[in-house]
């Protein structure tokens, strides 16, 4: 098989096309370092929790090397779940045209080469994690079983995009038990509403999939809400930027941070005006947006913090 046919359907002409040595691309693929905004996604909540407990601390002494954690951390995680969730998706993904392509349905790696690659990853993950205080390297390891379950959810329920939310919100306890080693109020309702942020932007994603997931029996909020999907995303937008704006109230946010939510819910509103279900393209396009909402946040986070 040419390296051009073994290219992943939607993801082209990225850096591991291009620049990666031809052995390595297999596995880049199936860790997806071709394609980062899910890594970005799952860094979001551990930077804005990050930086709001350094403004609750006062200090932002340790935000740069505590960022650059997370920033490892998710990647290399994000790669390892999606490693798990490509070998216990084997075959489902062979049924479906946009995710035939990936690595072990095309035949590019084996099912223990990706398993042994699944461990490499998290090895890398450990490393991070016990660069933290122990309180931290538990509340990390907890969320592994939220990882571990949900390749299965979309088999079993309408909502996976909910445990989803559950493992990719992780991040917004992380801040606060490696800043504060506690998980308070404020990190509670910051997850909660990192969580409803995620059942929307990966609404979004998986109508990308609707109609093939309907052939083959796949369950997703997308053909749950169907044709009330904006309603949907209405609902679930509005308690997200309810929820976070809460949280930042009970950290004692300023102008900055308020700026910031400000401009995070303006986007979140733009994706809705913008949508047409029926245009995969721009599903993507709007499901990746979501990493500049999370930035906007983040930054005015850190301008917060370093005021007070």
């Not at 909660?192 to 929307?200: C, D, L, M, N, Y």
Request: glycine share 6%; proline share 3%.
């Amino acid at each position: 098989m040419s390296d051009v046919s073994a290219r992943v359907a939607d993801s082209t002409g990225n850096w591991v096309d291009t620049h990666a040595p031809v052995w390595t691309r297999p596995y880049l693929r199936l860790a997806r370092f071709d394609r980062p905004i899910g890594s970005w996604l799952l860094l979001m909540p551990c930077w804005w929790s990050a930086a709001l407990a350094a403004g609750i601390a006062h200090d932002v002494r340790s935000l740069p090397s505590v960022a650059i954690l997370f920033f490892i951390g998710a990647f290399v995680m994000r790669g390892a779940g999606c490693t798990w969730n490509d070998i216990t998706d084997r075959d489902l993904d062979a049924k479906v045209e946009r995710t035939r392509s990936r690595p072990i349905p095309a035949g590019q790696v084996t099912v223990m080469q990706a398993l042994a690659f699944m461990a490499l990853l998290a090895f890398v993950g450990l490393a991070v994690l016990l660069q933290f205080n122990r309180f931290a390297i538990l509340t990390g390891i907890a969320s592994l079983v939220i990882v571990a379950i949900y390749p299965f959810m979309k088999r079993i329920t309408w909502w996976p995009q909910v445990v989803l939310g559950l493992a990719f919100s992780w991040g917004a306890l992380m801040g606060f038990a490696v800043t504060l080693q506690r998980i308070d109020l404020t990190a509670l309702i910051l997850y909660a509403g990192s969580i409803a942020w995620v059942i929307a932007y990966d609404t979004i994603y998986a109508h990308q999939d609707a109609e093939d997931d309907a052939l083959i029996g796949v369950k997703s909020t997308a053909r749950l809400f169907g044709a009330r999907t904006h309603l949907a995303l209405v609902i679930f937008y509005s308690l997200a930027v309810l929820l976070i704006g809460t949280a930042l109230a009970l950290a004692g946010v300023r102008w900055a941070g308020w700026i910031g939510l400000a401009a995070f819910a303006a986007h979140l509103v733009w994706q809705i005006r913008r949508l047409d279900t029926s245009d995969p393209a721009l599903c993507l396009r709007l499901f990746k947006s979501n990493r500049d909402a999370g930035l906007m946040l983040f930054a005015a986070l850190v301008v917060d913090a370093v005021l007070r």
